[in-house]
């Protein structure tokens, strides 16, 4: 089955430094890719929206400028969390889905996420 | 997206089948319905998914309803390992937004 890893899976870091989280994805061409962040005990949140080679969509309320991505390969989307406080310890999910598209090809394959933490 | 309902949690002996019901009444004709689930800090794992007919995979089975206005995600011999949040979806684009999901515990 497609395969979409992310690194690092955990991570650690001072307020006020940047975090970048990357999503693979190892055995499939992934023309979009989701980032996704799950509070305890909540649901997944939909982040964002990219396709590769151009720029992401932002759901509303998600800061694009904090939440900085980058789709540059069929195959790699990163997510930088810029100048990180503590509220922005999560767990982030991104996702990636082999057409993009609606319909019976649409699912998405799931990364084991990354648990950010700022101290 | 449709919304859908699931209910927030729900108990299964282990061995019997795990029925898990989804309520999406305002689905559109050519939405399909998704079901993923979510082990304690993992990502969440693709199940299954359908449009009308009933669909069966080495996973689960789907059963949709004629009117698509609900769908059971059955675990015919559930395990231990089973025990997570199964979430139904029913997108309209190919963004997923997920529902709080069903709450499955498997008990020995």
């Known amino acids: 089955g497609a395969v979409v890893s992310q690194h690092p899976s955990r991570v650690i870091c001072k307020s006020g430094t940047s975090v970048k989280i990357e999503c693979r994805s190892l055995d499939f061409q992934a023309t979009t890719m989701f980032w996704y962040r799950q509070f305890p005990k909540q649901s997944l949140m939909l982040m964002a929206t990219?396709?590769?080679?151009?720029?992401?969509?932002?759901e509303q309320g998600v800061e694009k400028d904090k939440f900085l991505i980058n789709h540059a390969s069929l195959t790699l989307s990163t997510l930088t969390v810029t100048s990180a406080h503590p509220e922005d310890s999560s767990f982030y999910i991104c996702?990636?889905?082999?057409?993009?598209?609606?319909?019976?090809?649409?699912?998405?394959?799931f990364g084991p996420g990354t648990r950010l933490t700022v101290l | 997206d449709a919304k859908t309902t699931q209910p927030p949690s729900m108990d299964c002996a282990e061995g019997r089948a795990a029925n898990l019901p989804c309520n999406h009444s305002?689905?559109?004709?050519?939405?399909?319905v998704y079901w993923y689930r979510q082990i304690h800090s993992q990502g969440p794992q693709y199940i299954i998914h359908?449009?009308?007919n009933n669909e069966t995979n080495e996973m689960a089975s789907l059963i949709i309803t004629e009117d698509r206005k609900s769908s059971t995600l059955i675990l015919p011999h559930a395990t231990l390992r089973d025990t997570a949040v199964y979430y139904c979806i029913a997108p309209t684009g190919n963004q997923f937004y997920f529902g709080t999901g069903t709450s499955l515990t498997v008990i020995p």
């Open positions: 996702s990636a889905s082999l057409l993009g598209l609606a319909g019976p090809y649409n699912e998405q394959f």
């Open positions: 305002t689905i559109s004709g050519n939405e399909y």
């Open positions: 990219s396709n590769e080679g151009s720029k992401a969509t932002y």
């Open positions: 359908g449009l009308k």
